[in-house]
């Protein structure tokens, strides 16, 4: 073996590859992350639009469930309730417990608590005249978890 290396394309050796001074890069990282601060800020601010205030969410999911007890498809209906409701009540059992004196509609909202968390009281009126309230939560979205006699 030999102590100088192979024969090279040219007569001379072979030269570094970066042989300029380093560039920064800091303006290209600020950027970047700065960019990913205002995606964020943007879908915080954008996601109420996009879904609703909880206030129409809780309209809109109580409408969905007037309207599936309506028309008698109780598997929706029991579907629409939150987990421990739909653990405590069977599907056959949801038109007898929540919708009892026939078609109801959704009259006013209002924003309540149960146990420190954040829930929206719907006034239903129906058909009869009598009111109750739904409490709507948000459980893998509105989730209707509860009802009590209006006032």
């Known amino acids: 073996m030999s102590d100088t290396p192979g024969p090279y394309l040219y007569d001379d050796d072979p030269t570094p590859l970066h042989t300029g001074t380093p560039r920064s890069r800091q303006g290209l990282l600020l950027a970047i992350l700065g960019g990913t601060v205002a995606v964020a800020v943007g879908m915080a601010v954008g996601l109420p639009l996009v879904k609703g205030s909880a206030d129409e969410q809780a309209r809109q999911v109580t409408g969905v469930f007037l309207d599936a007890l309506g028309q008698d498809d109780l598997q929706t209906a029991h579907e629409l309730l939150c987990e421990e409701q739909r653990a405590d009540v069977a599907a056959d059992q949801v038109a007898a417990?929540?919708?009892p004196t026939g078609r109801g509609e959704v009259t006013a909202t209002a924003a309540g608590e149960v146990d420190g968390d954040p829930v929206q009281r719907v006034t239903v009126t129906?058909?009869?005249?009598?009111?109750?309230?739904l409490t709507v939560v948000s459980e893998d979205g509105p989730r209707v978890c509860g009802t009590a006699p209006g006032a």
């Open 126 to 133: 129906w058909t009869d005249g009598s009111t109750s309230v």
């Open 97 to 99: 417990r929540y919708a």
